[in-house]
C-alpha cells in the first residue's frame, strides 16, 4: 500500500511564500500529483512531477526527491483566494495507474 | 484542461430512497471514470473505478450493490446510492481520465461534486 503524510493545517501571511511538505512510502512510483480543492468544490491539477527536481508553474512550484519519497508545493506572492486545502496524491505503477490521496493540508491565508 | 460535468450539484432525500448522480466528460472521451467520496476536513477516497463497457472495480470496504455504477459510454457515467441513510451523506466526486493525448494516464479531471444529504 502507500502511506501519505502532509500537514493538516498552515497558516500563512498575503503577499508571503509558503511551502507545503508531503512525504509518502509506496513500492514502484510513478508520479506524485499536486491539487488545490477550494471547499465546497472538486479538486483542480495543479502540478505532475515524476523526476526529481523542481517544475515551475506561476507562482507555484513543486518539488520532487524520489530517494527520500519526499515533495513540496512552493506558493509564492500569497493571494487570500490561495486560501485551501492542498492534495498531495502518489501513483504507483502496479495496478491501473490510479493515485492515492493524502488528507490534504489546509492552507489559511490572512492579511 | 479537459471539463468534468456532475449532475446534481446537491440533493437531499428521505431515508431508504435512491439517488442518482450523473458524470459526463464534455470535451473528452473518458475511458476510465473514477468515483469518490470526501467527508468533510477529509482526503477523497476512492470508491470504485469503471472503465467504458465493463463492471466498475470497487475498493475494499465498498458495497458494490448498494452503490450501483454504470459506464456505458465514453461520456457518461452514473452512480446509483440505493437506499440511501443518513450515513450516505457526503461529497460525491466522479473524475475522468483518458488514455488518448499527451497527458494520457497523467491526469484526472474532477467534476464539481455532488453534496448527498440523506434525513
Known amino acids: 500500500g502507500q502511506n501519505i503524510d502532509q500537514p493538516t493545517e498552515m497558516t500563512a501571511t498575503e503577499g508571503a511564500i509558503v511551502q507545503i511538505n508531503c512525504t509518502y512510502q509506496t513500492s514502484g512510483f510513478n508520479g506524485l500529483f499536486w491539487y488545490q480543492q477550494h471547499a465546497g468544490e472538486a479538486p483542480t491539477f495543479l502540478s505532475y512531477?515524476?523526476?526529481?527536481g523542481l517544475e515551475e508553474k506561476g507562482r507555484f512550484s513543486s518539488f520532487l526527491s524520489r530517494s527520500k519519497g519526499y515533495s513540496y508545493l512552493l506558493l509564492k506572492e500569497l493571494q487570500m483566494k490561495d486560501s485551501a486545502s492542498y492534495l498531495c496524491a502518489v501513483r504507483s505503477s502496479g495496478g491501473s495507474y490510479i493515485p492515492t490521496f493524502g488528507r490534504g493540508t489546509s492552507l489559511i491565508v490572512h492579511p | 484542461g479537459a471539463v468534468v460535468s456532475q449532475h446534481p450539484s446537491w440533493v437531499i432525500c428521505k431515508s431508504g430512497t435512491s439517488v442518482k448522480i450523473e458524470c459526463r466528460s464534455l470535451d473528452f472521451q473518458a475511458t476510465t471514470m473514477f468515483w469518490y467520496r470526501q467527508f468533510p476536513k477529509q482526503s477523497l477516497m476512492l470508491m470504485a473505478t469503471s472503465n467504458e463497457g465493463s463492471k466498475a472495480t470497487y475498493e475494499q470496504g465498498v458495497e458494490k450493490d448498494k452503490f450501483l455504477i454504470n459506464h456505458a459510454s465514453l461520456t457518461l457515467s452514473t452512480l446509483t446510492v440505493t437506499s440511501a441513510h443518513p450515513e450516505d451523506s457526503s461529497f460525491y466526486i466522479c473524475s475522468g481520465r483518458s488514455l488518448a493525448g499527451e497527458k494520457a494516464y497523467n491526469e484526472q479531471f474532477f467534476g464539481p461534486g455532488t453534496r448527498l444529504t440523506v434525513l
Open positions: 512531477n515524476v523526476l526529481d
